[in-house]
């Protein structure tokens, strides 16, 4: 990598640290092409992005920004991945590192908060943003259903003394 290639990748780097609130570390040490090809194909699906790193400059871009606290997980044949949906990407990377244990989740950080491996498991857990939605929709309609049935019971409730009286 020649030195204008070299402030290149630290340019881009600062940008993903401006623009995008969560950025995830982690090995792949021993990953084919085909494997990180995989990952990132995947990763383009949910929104997010993969990008692997050189170490060193990756140190210089993070150096003196909001997120400079992540420069202590960038040891060995590191990658980040980023997006600004949290659920979806951490449900990317931990479900590629089950299916392949050559993808070791380090860390990460988001929104300026440090994430320890356990807090990315938490997050992928968490139901995305359209499962969300579709749970608070169904939740809404409830109450709707609920008042139709009580709006229709006392009708049927006079139906059926009605018909009580008609029998005698």
Partial sequence: ?????????????KTIISEYSLILVFHYR???????????VKSFQTGANIKVTNNRLIKIALDGSDKSEIS????GPTAI???????????LIANFSKMNDKVVIIGGIMNKEILTVEKIIELSKLPSLDE??????G???TPAQRITGLVAAPAGKVANVINAYSKK
């Fill in 139 to 141: 939740l809404l309609n």
């Fill in 30 to 40: 021993g990953m084919s092409v085909n494997e990180i090809s995989d990952l990132r």
């Fill in 1 to 13: 990598m020649n030195r204008d290639q070299k402030q290149n990748f630290i340019e881009s780097i």
């Fill in 81 to 91: 991945a980023y997006s600004n949906d949290p659920v979806e990407l951490t449900k």
């Fill in 72 to 75: 202590e997980f960038f040891e």
């Fill in 132 to 137: 969300a939605r579709a749970k608070l929709i």
